[in-house]
């Protein structure tokens, strides 16, 4: 498949095939528990709510879930749930609310009735409009955390790829400087900005080689491996075409490419909205592959997939340019 026939739609042979992406509530309810100091109210048919109760909470959370009926999602009338909202904003933590497939295809007048219930969060999680399940993330951490209220600090917080307590994310964002190594986390940031004097530092793909000299102690980047890009960089064949396999492919592409070295076939390790905005940038006319094995003359950047973007760039440029 070449970029330009890319839909920002759920790869169906993909998802068929890896089904171990399960549904967007899967993740939303494991967060959720995680950050423990919130509620949760699933809003769907049977097998949704079902499905959500078997998740654990800690005790002080509360983990309900609504099953719709024909008086709310063919009559419309919400009576019943009125009294489910009444009863859960008493609760001293904030409850998230799920709307699940079926109620968000039916038009429910659900998003007015929560705005007189200033302590409950409201987030769509429909299957089919997701590229991928976790894309879900970003509008969870954002929709819960984007109205906080903050008391910056003169520090440097790092948000890494796991999961964190609520009280630990309201630390972290409480800093002047935050590191972001965590793609889902990117939305609330840029939501904070616009509130606090937040200096954000994108560490999810790979960026200009001055970005790196300038944060190179705040990222812990050896010098020596920067200089080493910078010197190398003008002795890689301009004349040939590249393909590479990395999570990080997409913006390793786009890098290149400003300095004319031409990629032409990327191997990818899942689609999603994230990965679908990168792709964007490149040209059309890109090959690209996902969940696939490679071929031969392909260049497996897997090694430094599980360390910082510019491990991914170094260890393109330490293959091609001095081998």
Known sequence: MKIKELKKERLLFSYNVFYHQHCPLDYLLEEAYALKKINILTLGTGECCFFSSKQPFDSEAI????????????????????????????????????????????????????????????IHAPCFKLIHSMDILSDFYDQIFKNCTLTIENKISLIENKSYTYDEIISLLSSQTIIVQNIYFLKLLQSLKKRYPITMIDNTRIQELSFYFKYKDLLSIDEKKLIFIQKNLPKIDRTKKYAIQSKYAASLAYFLSKYHIFVDKLYLPYYSDYIYQELKKLNPEVEIFFYSSIETNVLSLQESDAKKPIDALYQFIEVIACH
């Open 63 to 122: 983990n309900w879930s609504y099953t719709l009926q024909d008086q709310e999602l063919v009559f419309g009338n919400l009576n019943e749930l009125k009294n489910a909202f009444k009863l859960l904003n008493n609760h001293p933590y904030p409850t998230l609310v799920i709307i699940t497939c079926i109620p968000s295809m039916m038009n429910l007048d659900i998003e007015n009735l929560i705005q007189q219930y200033p302590k409950f969060i409201l």
